[in-house]
């Protein structure tokens, strides 16, 4: 049974940083699409970025580029997101997904919305002026 756990979250001031992980166990041996959303109170889950574990796919939302790295390593399966430069607008329950199914090659936030997808409980961030 895959599982995936986020740790990293907290609170900080504005312009500070913080590195979200995401554990994933349970997964057999293959490429997956792995990505993190994040949900602020009264907003619809956005896309933050996504990566292939298979490499030549990597992607940020247009509102955290420049300011959030993602990454990935394979010898322990675990996603990263780097957040430098933090914004209050920033603050959000910050969600890690993954691919059920592996090797499937396609790797976006449309594929990672669908419903079969695996989703860790969350980690809040908060952003304080």
């Known amino acids: 049974q895959v599982q995936l756990a986020e740790s990293g979250g907290g609170s900080v001031q504005a312009g500070g940083s913080l590195r979200l992980s995401c554990a994933a166990t349970g997964y057999a041996y293959g490429r997956k699409c792995m990505g993190w959303f994040r949900q602020a109170p009264g907003k619809e889950r956005e896309g933050v970025g996504f990566?292939?574990?298979?490499?030549?796919?990597?992607t940020l939302a247009a509102s955290v580029k420049g300011r959030f790295t993602i990454s990935h390593d394979n010898t322990k399966d675990t996603l990263y997101l780097q957040m430098n430069s933090l914004k209050v607008e920033d603050t959000a329950m910050y969600y890690c997904v993954g691919d059920r199914f592996l090797d499937t090659y396609v790797c976006d936030f449309n594929s990672l919305r669908r419903g079969d997808q695996l989703w860790g409980q969350g980690t809040q961030v908060t952003v304080s002026s």
């Open positions: 990566i292939y574990t298979g490499g030549g796919i990597k």
